[in-house]
């Protein structure tokens, strides 16, 4: 089974489909009797709806209904984390009704559907609707926003301050910072976000009045949890009624994780008009309705011996949270954040300080890295700055306060146990890739050229696999963070696998298969994985935060061992041997010690046609597990860029980008690569060209469309120089040895190139994007037309 | 709205249909087609998604009406595999691992196409040119480039 078991480089199976064009995607799938819905958005940023007038749009040509607040009184979009603050109070948590109630507090937010019998219909009817609004101030920046004076979002969160909260020792860290040799510091920007599936998202609500059923097919990263959502919550349906299904999704990177008011308010319709009621967004209503990610503030401070080793870690953050709380939104700067400020070092006592804020922008969540692209970027930026305070080399600064190998598990001042990693080996992979000691001649080959080269490196850790869910719970999720998996041999030998996890772009068809085909014994072509669909599969969490393979591959495991553990009772049976005499290898139940067996095949017809069975066992062959994880996971690896800079024009050129990274145990090696490509490249837009801008005055998106919000093209970027670890350390707790690679790309490709734009530039700090024009403007200021230092 | 009829050659079949004028190609592709393989990632013709070939040219089908396309013989995505055979270029992205999601894929072998039609052993900068107006968000673009100078080899055979 080497071909095609876990280690190899599978080609994906779900690829024929893509290729031929024979996708299903949600904007693919037409009901019969299908209307088309059309969301009227508010064009201001923060506005009083004084009167909302649809009667001339309702006599539109092919308008079918118009609904508004005033129809949709129904519950709010919840929020899933429940964060407190310093004092132990609640955070502020202001309602999220799907269709605006009297204000609107953000350019985008939706104040009436139009329903028609065309899109363009439904469109051209959205125009004849009158809505007087009373413009209201409106706030966007996080540092306007906190200003004493400032344009209050809600008048329930005093200041604009969702929570203040704060982990760590604070007393210990100022007692550090009092005795310490240097501090280094630095405030810096994580810039917002656009997360820009190419799919745009979309959405069809079906009603069947005789059975009472309702169907909403949708983009989503976690049908099981929309369902749960939106039935319980929003819409009050018990979830017997309710079917979700996600078919195939044209990528999410964390924007399609959350409920949406677009869902519930087409599923919602469809009764009332009877007929299926499908949207689907246009690139620029998506900017202005997907969650944005990432717009961060932050000042860090970090204390050092003369030595350079880290003595103590400060960190105060804003974040902005947008106008409402998205579904995870709160725990992102926070759990998902702080608790990863140790990185990969042995600083020993840390402190965090975050206060979310409200502001008149579209709500904030996660976005690919989900909190650890900003903790890695902050912390890999003021590594760099102390290093260059100290005037010590980047790379030896970081080596002397790893973690070692033998300090694990490594408890972090910061919550996290890390199981176990090696940062040093993916250090000096990286490292050696790039020639890090030839780095001085070729700076000064550029510099000849009249080029300045740069070089910097940035190490990063994620916790994967969220996450274990009492841990969780503890900390305010409203949700447990399993995964569910059911594994149907059928008669004749083939399997089935229904897992909770989503699969959009990932690959999991193929991967999943692998594992099974690998664990049975069995033809990869005899495995079918079934996802997407809460009609078909029991329960899941969804895909996100890398934890696919690991909670739910450790989920199809946990049932496979069911499975071969019930095909030992049947094949001792069948044998006549003692259960505990029976081996199961390579696709086979033999007894040890003889050359008696039987295949899976003839357990799997013997469990179907059960003739001749154990007395007391149920016929039938087919296991379902739940696994809650035990811990996080916890990938890490080493990226280094090598930039030059064209001081006349301020462009910036990667030379080349090497990623060194310790994924554990690999179950497909191509896709682990494709998955960190893609990451580097979202990393790599976020440093050198994405930003997601507001005008300040009116609250306006300046950047709503591909005109002007700037992605990598395949032009912006190099070609990735792409290793594992050459001493990996699998993850210890999952019986896979898996530990997740989607984000590791994103997490660490900002502060790898970002250290080098300030290496080339001989500068502190720059921040985010690096833009020729920003770049250009750095250099002027410096007057310093040739090479750097 | 005025309606007007329109008539096309689609991958070797005579398709026709009335359609308002404002009707773009990729909605009569899609919406009266049927042929949902042309995507639609944009409203701005930047993303490429929507590339397919008209009179044997590469073009983004939400630049054009369909009226526009009257009379021209179209190829999409679904037209490219023959006798249940992936294209050599489609095969190439398989093997090399040149899409993820799926979703921008359509455009970019529709797009690849026609770049080794023009160019038959294009390198790797001129295939990231060639590539200005597709966007991946998946990929990061590495292995397309890869899938594309093999396909152009596969096709060369
Ligand atoms: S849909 Fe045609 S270019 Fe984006
Ligand atoms: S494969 Fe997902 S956008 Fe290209």
């Known amino acids: 089974m080497a071909d095609t078991g876990i280690g190899a480089s599978v080609r994906r199976r779900e690829d024929a489909r893509f290729l031929t064009g024979r996708g299903n995607y949600t904007d693919d799938i037409n009901r019969p009797g299908q209307v088309y819905a059309y969301m009227l958005r508010s064009p201001h940023a923060h506005a009083r709806i004084k009167k909302l007038d649809t009667k001339k749009a309702s006599k539109a040509p092919g308008v079918v209904a118009i609904f508004t607040g005033a129809d949709m009184k129904t519950g709010g979009l919840p929020c899933g984390w429940l964060v407190k603050n310093q004092d132990g109070s609640n955070m502020a948590e202001p309602p999220h009704p799907p269709l605006a109630q009297d204000f609107v507090r953000h350019v985008g937010d939706q104040v009436a559907v139009v329903i028609a019998e065309t899109r363009d219909q439904a469109k051209d009817a959205a125009e004849l609707i009158d809505v007087d609004y009373q413009p209201l101030p409106a706030v966007v920046s996080l540092a306007d926003a906190v200003k004493p004076k400032a344009p209050q979002v809600w008048e329930q969160a005093k200041g604009n301050l969702c929570y203040d909260w704060a982990i760590g020792d604070k007393a210990a860290v100022d007692a550090a910072f009092a005795k310490a040799h240097h501090v280094s510091k630095l405030d810096l920007v994580n810039n917002r976000l656009v997360a820009n599936a190419m799919e745009p998202r979309a959405a069809i609500g079906e009603y069947d009045n005789l059975s009472g059923d309702y169907t909403l097919y949708t983009t989503s990263q976690n049908p099981h949890v929309i369902r749960l959502l939106m039935g319980a919550f929003v819409l009050q349906l018990p979830e017997h009624r309710l079917r979700v299904v996600a078919p195939d999704v044209g990528g999410g990177f964390g924007s399609k994780i959350y409920h949406y008011a677009e869902e519930a308010i087409v599923t919602w319709a469809a009764p009332k008009v009877g007929r299926p009621i499908k949207w689907t967004a246009e690139r620029s209503e998506s900017f202005i309705s997907d969650a944005q990610g990432r717009d961060h503030v932050t000042h860090v401070e970090l204390a050092l011996d003369k030595n350079g080793k880290f003595l103590a870690l400060k960190v105060q953050t804003l974040a902005n949270m947008g106008a409402y709380l998205s579904t995870f939104a709160t725990c992102v700067p926070t759990y998902l954040y702080a608790t990863l400020l140790a990185g990969v070092y042995t600083t020993p006592v840390i402190w965090a300080n975050v206060k979310a804020v409200f502001t008149n922008t579209v709500p904030v969540d996660a976005y690919r890295g989900a909190g650890r692209p900003e903790a890695t970027y902050l912390l890999e930026r003021i590594v760099d700055v102390a290093a260059r305070d100290l005037k010590q080399d980047p790379a030896d600064i970081r080596r002397r306060n790893f973690i070692q190998p033998s300090q694990f598990p490594y408890q972090t001042p910061v919550a996290l146990q890390y199981d176990t990693g090696n940062y040093e080996a993916t250090l000096d992979v990286a490292m050696k890739m790039i020639d890090y000691k030839g780095f001085a001649k070729r700076k000064e080959e550029a510099a000849k050229r009249g080029k300045i080269r740069g070089i910097g490196l940035a190490c990063y850790i994620e916790a994967c696999g969220i996450a274990p869910s009492a841990v969780v719970g503890s900390l305010g999720a409203r949700a447990g963070l399993f995964e569910s998996a059911n594994i149907r041999v059928h008669p004749t030998g083939s399997v089935s696998v229904f897992t909770g996890s989503h699969s959009h772009g990932q690959g999991h068809e193929t991967t999943f298969a692998q594992v099974v085909s690998d664990m049975l014994g069995i033809p990869i072509e005899q495995v079918d994985i079934v996802h997407g669909d809460t009609g078909k599969i029991a329960f899941g969490m969804g895909t996100y935060g890398s934890r696919s393979i690991a909670v739910g591959g450790t989920a199809i495991v946990k049932a496979l061992d069911k499975v071969i553990a019930k095909g030992k009772k049947i094949a001792a049976h069948l044998m006549e041997a003692a259960e505990a005499d029976i081996v199961f290898k390579d696709g086979k139940f033999s007894v040890a010690g003889t050359d008696k067996s039987k295949t899976l095949t003839d357990i799997s017809l013997t469990a179907y046609v059960p003739h001749n069975y154990p007395k007391d066992l149920e016929p039938g062959l087919e296991e379902q597990a739940f696994y809650d994880p035990l811990n996080f996971t916890f990938p890490s690896g080493c990226y280094i860029a090598e930039v030059e800079i064209d001081p006349d024009t301020g462009v910036t050129k990667i030379m080349r980008f090497v990623a060194s990274d310790d994924f554990g145990k690999i179950i497909n090696p191509m896709i682990v690569e494709g998955q960190v490509h893609g990451g580097l490249a979202q990393g790599i837009g976020q440093a050198m060209l994405e930003d997601c801008l507001y005008d300040k005055e009116s609250g306006q998106l300046l950047t709503g469309s591909y005109m002007d919000y700037c992605m990598p093209r395949a032009d912006d970027l190099p070609s990735f120089e792409v290793k594992h670890s050459d001493k990996p350390t699998p993850c210890t707790h999952n019986p896979l040895g898996v530990k997740g690679c989607g984000e590791a790309g994103a997490i660490g490709a900002p502060a790898a190139l970002m250290n080098a734009i300030s290496n080339a530039l001989g500068i502190a700090h720059l921040d985010m994007p690096a833009t020729p024009e920003r770049v250009w403007r750095t250099i002027q200021k410096q007057k310093m037309p040739q090479a750097a230092e | ?157």
């Open chain 2, 1 to 157: 709205m005025a309606s007007i009829n329109v008539a096309m050659t689609v991958n070797g079949k005579a398709a026709s249909g009335t359609v308002e004028a404002r009707t773009l190609l990729v909605q009569f592709l899609r919406e009266k087609l049927g042929l949902t393989g042309t995507h639609v990632g944009c409203d701005t013709s930047q993303c490429g998604a929507c590339v397919v070939h008209v009179n044997g040219k590469s073009v983004k089908s939400c630049t054009i009406l369909a009226a526009q396309a009257d009379g021209a013989k179209i190829i999409t995505i679904e037209g490219l595999a023959k006798n249940g055979e992936l294209h050599p270029m489609q095969a190439a992205f398989k093997e090399h691992h040149g899409l993820q999601c799926g979703f921008c894929t359509p455009g970019m072998v529709m797009s690849a196409v026609d770049l080794v039609q023009n160019n038959k052993n294009p390198s790797e900068q001129e295939v990231r040119e060639w590539l200005e107006g597709n966007i991946c968000r998946c990929t990061g673009y590495h292995n397309i480039v890869k899938a594309i100078q093999a396909g152009a080899k596969a096709m060369g055979r």
